[in-house]
């Protein structure tokens, strides 16, 4: 991928969101994490972050938003359901970003979406799990600046196929699909 990203929270107060936060951050492939003013039990983050990331994903803990030491270039994204908020969809990563989240009951601090450059929403209808937003955001970012190759827009088997727009499998080519139907 592109560019390197951090990802962390403001406030968090449940240990094993923070752990499936790490967790998630460390699986895609985050350069480091952070919390600021976390008042979490330490040793419930273990039970949810079972990939280890205290040994793979560097962590900073501050105590302000005062103590906060971004790398140079780094942009502060806030990542909040709020109508001024960027679309997630419509959005364009910054290439060296650090994704900050708010608590499980409040919104990211005025204090900390002062700091942010940016602001962006995942669309839905009402606030969703701190760790699935910050899944989803660090996913959209894999989607854009992770080189993939485009794909379909459509599955349409009458869709005229390309080099970039190869013809998806169906069922009956998946060699796992082969076995199953053996039975
Ligand atoms: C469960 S929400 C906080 C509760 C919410 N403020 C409320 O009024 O119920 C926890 C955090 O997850 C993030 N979050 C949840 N849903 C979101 C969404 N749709 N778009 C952006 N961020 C979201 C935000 O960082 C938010 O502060």
């Known amino acids: 991928m ?33 919390t600021v003013r976390a008042h979490h039990r330490s040793k419930m983050v273990d039970r949810a972050d079972t990939s280890k990331s205290d040994q793979h994903l560097p962590l900073y803990e501050w105590d302000s938003l005062d103590d906060m ?9 806030g990542v909040e359901l709020d109508e001024r908020a960027v679309n997630l969809p419509s959005f364009r ?5 650090a994704y900050i989240l708010g608590p499980e009951k409040g919104s990211l601090s005025p204090e900390a979406s002062a700091l942010c450059t940016h602001i962006v929403k995942i669309p839905t209808k009402f606030c969703i799990n701190v760790s699935l937003a910050a899944a989803l955001v660090m996913y959209d970012r894999t989607l854009t600046l992770g080189q993939h190759p485009p794909r379909s ?6 869709q005229q196929a ?9 069922v009956d080519q998946w060699p796992l699909g082969n076995n199953l139907r053996k039975r």
Not at 69 to 77: A, E, N, T
């Open 153 to 158: 827009i459509s599955s349409n088997p009458g």
């Open 93 to 97: 990563h910054p290439l060296n970003a």
């Open 162 to 170: 390309d080099n970039n727009n190869p013809p998806l499998p169906t």
């Open 2 to 34: 592109r560019g390197y990203f951090g990802i962390g929270v403001e406030r968090i107060s449940k240990a094993m969101n923070l752990g499936a936060v790490l967790r998630t951050g460390h699986a895609f492939g985050a350069s480091f994490a952070f």
């Open 69 to 77: 030491r971004l790398p140079k270039g780094c942009v502060l994204v």
